[in-house]
Nanobody, 114 residues
Framework: QVQLVESGGGLVQARGSLRLSCVAS?????AGWYRQSPGKQREFVAR???????AYNDSVKGRFTIAADYSKNTVYLQMNSLKPEDTAVYFC???????????WGQGTQVTVSS
């Protein structure tokens, strides 16, 4: 069982920055972020694993950076040049090993004003 707690969301103006954090209760192999806006499906944002692999949604490439501090069981999402369309609830997800189920956090709201 992996418990995930997100933090760092809030209200920011367009072109501003926020950093989200996700603390896991135990060691994880892969972790990432998804987001969901009202009336839309949850969409992939970024992920990282212990092998150094990272991946991003095309809409955030060059603006968002995912990083991990495995000594703290924490994954971060640095979000720069935010746009109103980035407004969503951001969810952290993780696997404890490659074959495990996905675990999810409760989400943190990010609101970008124009």
């Amino acid at each position: 069982q992996v418990q995930l707690v997100e933090s760092g969301g809030g209200l920011v103006q367009a072109r501003g920055s926020l950093r989200l954090s996700c603390v896991a209760s135990t060691r994880t192999f892969t972790a990432g972020w998804y987001r969901q806006s009202p009336g839309k499906q949850r969409e992939f944002v970024a992920r990282i694993n212990r092998l150094g692999f990272t991946a991003y949604n095309d809409s955030v490439k060059g603006r968002f950076t995912i990083a991990a501090d495995y000594s703290k069981n924490t994954v971060y999402l640095q979000m720069n040049s935010l746009k109103p369309e980035d407004t969503a609830v951001y969810f952290c997800t993780a696997k404890s090993d490659p074959g495990s189920r996905d675990y999810w956090g409760q989400g943190t709201q990010v609101t970008v004003s124009s």
